[in-house]
């Protein structure tokens, strides 16, 4: 089994519509986060968590929110869709203090139509 | 000034050569630098990390890194048509950004048979 899965992996919806994408992890990680990939300008920063009670605003948090309901769970929520924020959603994880190397989840694509 | 950055290529090298990928980045202070493989549609890959100024090898892949001409770079030897990816640079930086990857937008490779 993927030690860090996404749900849904693909998603199609509306315009005003709210979304969440969940991000669930085996490796027992303490830090998670959530990217967006657009072509031409790479991954950028969402929101990041380094523990449970501490969330943090990345470089593109305006129209997202999220949740992070145990060590295991990080969940993005799109208030109401826009088409703009069609893009490739990625989660990914790491463990304080041990080489910050970060571990990326399959993806979610989602379409806002 | 990105705060990273990367020649977005497409880099095409005869199979066989060596494929050359060049990052640089702004942030003195940075400490701990990754390269990342992608294919289209999939999820990032580590493939290297580096946190101290010399070279590193590992297989077939060599990471280098001049802090103090804020430059890291990978090299593929005897590159091979499953290297065609996008590589992405990432990097942690210094007091402002611990534990936040920053990446640049990527370099396309192409290996041709």
């Known amino acids: 089994d993927a030690d860090v899965t996404q749900t849904p992996r693909n998603r199609i919806t509306k315009t005003g519509k709210r979304i969440m994408l969940e991000c669930s992890q085996t490796k027992g990680h303490d830090r998670m986060y959530w990217y967006r990939q657009d072509p031409g300008l790479g991954l950028r920063l969402i929101y990041y968590s380094f523990d449970v009670k501490d969330i943090n605003k990345g470089e593109i948090s305006d129209g997202y929110s999220v949740s992070r309901q145990a060590q295991a769970k990080f969940s993005l929520s799109l208030e109401s869709a826009i088409p703009n924020q069609t893009a490739l959603y990625f989660c990914?994880?790491?463990?304080?203090?041990?080489?910050?190397?970060?571990?990326f989840g399959p993806g979610t694509r989602l379409t806002v139509l | 000034q990105k705060e990273v950055e990367q020649n977005s290529g497409p880099l095409s090298v005869p199979e066989g050569a060596i494929a050359s990928l060049n990052c640089t980045y702004s942030?003195?202070?940075?400490?701990?630098f990754f390269w990342y493989r992608q294919y289209s549609g999939k999820s990032p890959e580590l493939i290297m990390s580096?946190?101290?100024?010399g070279d590193k090898e590992d297989g077939r892949f060599t990471a280098q890194l001049n802090k103090a001409s804020q430059y890291v770079s990978l090299l593929i030897r005897d590159s091979q048509p499953s290297d065609s990816a996008t590589y992405l640079c990432?990097?942690?930086?210094?007091?402002?950004?611990?534990?936040?990857?920053?990446f640049g937008q990527g370099t396309t490779l192409q290996v041709k048979p």
């Open positions: 990432a990097v942690i930086g210094g007091s402002s950004n611990t534990g936040k990857l920053i």
């Open positions: 942030d003195r202070g940075s400490q701990s």
């Open positions: 580096i946190y101290s100024n």
């Open positions: 990914a994880t790491s463990v304080t203090g041990f080489s910050d190397t970060q571990y």
